[in-house]
């Protein structure tokens, strides 16, 4: 077990700042420790293995454990070997010398922790399981240092009583995965206690002490019980969003205010970024600094680390990557990887993605914006932005599991058309560096000394109004460019011939998207936007973005709740009277009846005769907008911008142009 | 069974006189009354396999809320079509309905079967070359005849894209590879995964996203 | 929220982990069903799911016409030498892919099958019993009956558009023929309606 320990400590990867453009993509505080050399590695070993002796030789006599002496001792013994574990391991990571030479000291440092848990918190002679009252102590002591491989992890939880195991896994499981508040998962682990401690009473004699200290080792709250499962080993970062620009800063340290520019002539924010809270600790009063917007990103290469650690992952993605090498022979396609998309992808040297010995993925990209609350909370409109991604290169059976799906963040805010550039900008970047030079993972199931993966994403699939907004695309109400694939005018909707569409080029909207970057002002953005429908979109941070070949048109929005919806029910009139789009579509001269039904004749009748009889503009409030709506169309009355066609403003209008004759 | 009225009774109250009939929208193939009651007692009588979730059987009437997604693809892929064809195939329209009337019934009719297999050939597990011309094909079909019957109608936006569809599917693959069930299935599990909002307190995550809502009363402690 | 997703996926990954405890692997299909990321919406996989439950052994001759087509599908599968047994064990269903199948007297729903027949031909039939020839075969076969083809009826509308691949048959029923339950054959549940009288549609439901 601790030879184990010891390859883990140093040759597992490592953590989330080491995925810069490195060689290998080690770490860069190579640079910064201080050259050790061989004959301070002996002296060290040496030390060790004197202070080993000494503890040994306190355990062996010891008399009394709750003494103060022995527990002093035991304690200063405890901080000895875990500082020394500590810097043990930071040379291991930072300097030039193998890692075998760091084993053995690291394997005799494990051992002699274990042991001294085992002696601090009692372990009965001859019991197979470790007590249930070194369950969470032991594990959070060793793992809170290294970064065990999944393999490891479980090894050790193997060891402990199955029933203790389950009944701290229960309310963790149900927290996490279903719905159940942190009170009530406490509540929990206090029911299942009981159910425990009910199932093992035998008649007046109780517990037997075995199942007493197992009773006893049971996690208090659910904290704790997540700290004895930690070893899933979720890395997230915490980012803060500004609330009023609604650009992202990467952390860990945030200034207090805003200081981002939206243009170089424009002034700083200055919207408060953080704010502090204070609160108790051990009797003292402390505070700390917390952004107003905080937003968890997770770390996409300690988390495709974790993932290829999975049993059959990396063969599955192996077999993918030659798949997707080589020409799709047969007419007939199945699945996304055997269309031509991913046949065009290239890799950082321009050759073909898939053909390479590292191992490379692909990725879909999607992003959709809802409410957390399910509108429960009446009047306000919390949204969501949640951001995820699916590797195509799994097969369909697998793709979709919960532990191959990679969320990327939830946004907590829903950033406006203008800011989501600067939103997403930071996320996209690190998205691309895993494409340019990608995660060396130092250890694999098929390659246990390590090897590089590279991930690219093939498109981007949502539906079509958030795709315009993350691609910088104009929606289907933009004057000119209203469709998100082609640059058809609106005026030339009708054009049903496919060959006569005028196809976007990606260069084009590169050009227009980089001239809507550097205008000076908003004033100006919103002129090239409205010349070019494009606006600047945070997808251009990926090199190899191309968005004429990466845009879907998701189906199921198009054309089941698109076109067959709109059959339905305004072809075929089944349901229209609920359908509150009402499109006058027929006449295409006539105003499109957009917000409301069609008033029905008697309330046209009773609007025409109120318009005739009114004296003065007053006489006509009370009008509905859709009366009003048809009364002055019926006078002449322009009637559009739609938006600006108010109530007070239809009322004025038609008295002015009818109601003084 | 076809009625002689050529318009139903309730379309009557939207389009008295000629120059509403203008101005609103006569929905001049719409479904009679009757027709509406054949179409929800046909999809009530229909057997399905479990798996396959039918529309409502007061399709049209009020209080059957909004429907999904595949309610609508499992309307037009089987139960509309089969239900016109009895209603208003050529053969099956009474004679005392106008030749102009039932010809036109009869086009929107062949409308419906065009878009049904236009999209069931875009939303299939399998496809390919092939298969996408002649969803291309089926759906530039489908939307000349839509403007055959109603000349002075503008397409919708939605409308348009369905004919980009036709080179994503080799490009992509079958479109069950690139839809947005994954992700709306993500996002109603997340919804569901606990997020410590607890009521009565005044929790981080409230603080999360009700501050940012500046100009909507604050959330209080309840 | 991203945290606790983050930590319930992790979860997910080392319950699948085969050295994962088995005391705790056993929560995973639990778990499993309530996430049902994976249900539907998929490709078929080349599968047949024997179901294990509430089987049990039928005497050939209670269903009449059973003998004959059995041995009529042991003379036409080459299987000459193959005598008619006395009993079979009869199931509720089997899974064939991801689509279950049932004898229409357990789940009416299920029993409406559409099967590509010798001459490839698309054939719309009801299943009236579900059943292996000995209770510890692999192989299940399934009877069925099939809907007797309609007569060619020009004034169908249907018929002018093949590729919506509707079936026109008349509600009346053929003889009993075995038909063995593999995915060559492109079993699928289907959408029945009646359309005039003794008439039925059928439409193939498959994900194909």
């Known amino acids: 077990m601790c030879v184990i320990y010891a390859h883990i400590a140093f040759e597992h990867f490592v953590p989330q700042h080491s995925h810069n453009s490195l060689p290998f993509g080690r770490p860069d505080t190579r640079a910064q420790a201080n050259e050790v050399s061989f004959d301070d590695i002996f002296n060290l070993d040496i030390e060790i293995e004197e202070h080993v002796r000494a503890f040994n030789t306190l355990c062996d006599n010891i008399v009394a454990l709750e003494e103060p002496s022995t527990q002093e001792a035991l304690h200063e013994h405890f901080l000895y070997f875990a500082g020394k574990q500590a810097q043990v391991f930071n040379f291991a990571t930072s300097t030039k010398i193998a890692a075998r030479t760091w084993e053995c000291i690291l394997e005799s440092l494990a ?6 848990h085992q002696v601090k918190y009692g372990q009965r002679r001859g019991e197979d399981a470790i007590v249930g009252g070194t369950l969470t102590k032991i594990l959070i002591v060793f793992f809170s240092s290294n970064n065990p491989l999944d393999t490891e992890f479980l090894s050790e939880l193997n060891k402990f009583d199955p029933t203790t195991l389950l009944m701290s896994f229960i309310p963790v499981i149900l927290h996490d995965h279903g719905k159940l508040s942190i009170k009530w998962s406490d509540n929990l682990l206090k029911l299942l206690r009981l159910a425990l401690v009910s199932a093992w009473t035998r008649g007046v004699e109780g517990l037997t002490f075995h199942h007493q200290s197992l009773v006893d080792g049971l996690p208090r709250n659910l904290t704790t019980a997540q700290k004895v499962f930690f070893g899933t080993g979720a890395v997230t970062h915490t980012r803060a969003i500004c609330p009023k620009c609604e650009t992202l800063f990467d952390g860990p340290e945030f200034p207090a205010r805003c200081n981002s520019k939206r243009f170089p002539s424009s002034s700083v924010c200055d919207e408060p970024l953080t704010e502090t809270r204070t609160y108790q600790h051990k009797g003292e009063s402390l505070s700390r600094s917390y952004p107003i917007l905080p937003l968890e990103e997770q770390d996409w290469p300690s988390w495709k680390a974790r993932w290829l650690q999975q049993d059959g992952i990396e063969e599955m993605l192996e077999a993918s990557q030659k798949y997707m090498a080589k020409q799709h022979h047969e007419d007939i396609l199945r699945d996304f990887r055997d269309g031509d998309a991913v046949r065009n992808l290239c890799g950082p040297d321009g050759k073909p993605f898939f053909v390479s010995s590292a191992l490379r993925t692909a990725w879909t990209i999607s992003g959709d914006h809802f409410n957390p609350y399910f509108n429960k909370l009446a009047g306000k409109k919390a949204s969501t932005g949640c951001y995820a991604m699916l590797c195509i290169s799994l097969p369909p059976s697998v793709r979709y599991r919960p532990e191959n799906v990679f969320l990327i963040t939830a946004l907590p805010c829903d950033p406006s058309v203008d800011n989501i550039p600067f939103t997403l900008g930071p996320i996209m970047r690190r998205i691309n560096d895993q494409w340019k030079s990608g995660v060396w993972i130092k250890s694999t199931p098929c390659y246990p000394s390590g090897r590089r993966e590279q991930s690219i994403v093939a498109n981007l699939v949502t539906d079509m109004p958030g795709g315009s907004k993350l691609c910088g695309r104009a929606q289907h109400n933009h004057g000119k460019h209203f469709c998100a694939m082609c640059l058809l005018l609106k005026s030339n909707i009708n054009t049903i011939d496919p060959s006569c569409f005028p196809m976007r080029s990606c260069l084009q909207e590169r050009d227009a998207a980089m001239r809507w970057l550097q205008a000076d002002s908003q004033k100006a953005r919103d002129a090239v936007f409205q010349e070019t429908g494009i606006r600047w979109s945070a997808f251009w941070e990926l090199e190899y973005w191309d968005p004429t070949s990466m845009v879907v048109v ?18 075929l009139g089944i349901d229209w009277k609920r359908h509150n789009k009402f499109k006058a579509t027929v006449d295409s001269e006539h105003p499109t009846y957009t917000g409301f039904v069609n008033p029905t004749t008697t309330e046209l009748d009773k609007g025409r005769a109120k318009l005739q009889k009114a004296q003065s503009e007053t006489q006509l409030h009370g009008v509905k907008k859709n009366v009003l709506w048809v009364l002055s169309y019926e006078a002449g009355i322009e009637l559009t911008p739609v938006k600006e066609m108010t109530v007070p403003t239809l009322t004025r209008r038609l008295w002015v142009s009818t109601g003084s004759l | 069974m076809p009625s002689n009225e050529v318009i139903g009774s309730e379309l009557v109250d939207l389009c008295m006189d000629e120059t509403q009939q203008r101005r609103s929208r006569p929905i001049r193939d719409a479904l009679t009354k009757e027709e509406c009651r054949f179409l929800q007692n046909s999809i009530r009588t229909t057997v399905r396999p479990p798996s396959h979730r039918a529309p409502p059987s007061n399709l049209g009437d009020e209080g059957h809320g909004k429907l999904k997604a595949d309610q609508w693809r499992s309307l037009l892929e089987f139960d509309v079509p089969v239900a016109l064809a009895q209603l208003w195939s050529k053969e099956s329209q009474s004679e005392t309905v106008a030749a102009e009337v039932a ?9 419906t079967m065009y878009l049904s297999i236009a999209i069931e050939l875009g939303t299939s597990f399998s496809t390919s070359r092939k298969k996408a011309e002649q969803y291309t094909e089926y759906m530039i079909k489908y939307l000349q005849l839509l403007l055959h019957l109603y000349p002075s109608m503008a397409l919708t936006a939605n409308q348009h894209t369905a004919l980009h569809v036709g080179p994503l599917l080799p490009h992509f693959g079958p479109a069950p590879g690139w839809w947005m069930f994954p992700f709306e299935r993500l996002i109603g ?7 410590n909002y607890q009521r009565g307190q005044h929790s981080f995550f409230v603080d999360l996203l009700i501050k940012p809502t500046n100009h909507l009363p604050k959330a209080s402690s309840r | 929220m991203v945290k606790t997703f983050a930590n319930a996926s992790g979860m997910k990954r080392l319950l699948s982990n085969s050295a994962c405890p088995a005391v705790l692997r056993q929560t995973l299909p639990i778990i499993n069903r309530s996430w049902a990321m994976d249900e539907g919406l ?14 049990y052994q039928r005497l050939i001759g209670d269903m009449p016409g059973l003998a004959d087509a059995l041995k009529r599908y042991f003379s036409s599968t080459g299987q000459h030498d193959h005598s008619v047994p006395t009993k079979v064990w009869s199931t509720p269903s089997v899974t064939i892919g991801r689509t279950k199948f049932s004898p229409v007297t357990v789940q009416q729903k299920e029993s409406r099958i559409i099967y590509l027949d010798h001459q490839q031909v698309p054939v719309a039939g009801e299943i009236q019993i579900v059943f292996k020839l000995g209770k510890g075969s692999d192989t299940y076969l399934i009877g069925v ?12 509308p249907l018929t002018a558009f093949p590729e919506f691949g509707a079936i026109v048959v008349l509600s009346a029923l053929g003889d009993l023929e075995i038909i063995p339950a593999t995915t060559s054959i492109h079993c699928s549940t289907s959408l029945a309606a009646s359309w005039k009288t003794n008439t039925l549609i059928v439409k193939n439901t498959s994900r194909i």
Do not use: S
């Open chain 1, 554 to 571: 998701d189906t199921m929005h198009n054309l089941w709740l698109g076109l067959a919806q709109h059959h339905c029910r305004l072809m």
């Open chain 1, 111 to 116: 051992v002699v922790l274990l042991r001294l």
């Open chain 2, 103 to 111: 010809e036109r019934k009869e086009k929107m009719l062949t409308a």
């Open chain 3, 42 to 55: 998929h490709i078929e996989e080349d599968h047949v799911y024997p179901n294990i439950v509430k089987g």
């Open chain 2, 189 to 195: 599990a997340l919804q569901k995964v606990n997020h």
């Open chain 3, 145 to 156: 009956r099939r809907y007797l083809p309609a007569p060619l009826d020009a004034a169908n």
